[in-house]
């Protein structure tokens, strides 16, 4: 089925100018950008977007890092997107991300990995609903 999800382009990617080369690997699998913003958050923000991660120990650092720059929010739809956005991701951990993959290409470390993406349909739509409205999702 044709799903959306929410993709998150973080701050050590935007820093290094890797904006233009993730959306090619979007593309590329065939995904379809249909909604995209750069944007600051507060780490207040962060923290609500990574709610379900407030009891972890890596909590605080990764709202410190997600508010450190900007990022890029964006919507992904395609054929079966949830799974093939996480494909195209790599595991969490670069260091065990297959070959070809965003993070294995580029990401620095477990916490700086370059990218977020949902990892289900329901947290799919509160994600997408987190940072855009309706009328911004242009498929
Ligand atoms: P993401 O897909 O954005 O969802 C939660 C994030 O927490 C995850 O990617 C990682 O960037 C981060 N994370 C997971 N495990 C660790 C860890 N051990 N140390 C720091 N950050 C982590």
Known sequence: ATERTLSIIKPDATSRNLTGKINAKFEEAGLRIIAQKRIKLTKAQA???YEVHKERPFYDELCDFMASGPVVVQVLEGEGA??????????TNPAEAAPGTIRAEF???VGENSVHGSDAPETAAVEISYFFAGI???G
Request: proline share 0%; no cysteine.
């Open 82 to 91: 949830i799974a093939k956005n996480r494909e195209v991701m790599g595991a």
């Open 136 to 138: 911004e999702l242009v």
């Open 107 to 109: 990401a620095e470390s």
């Open 47 to 49: 923290g609500t977007f």
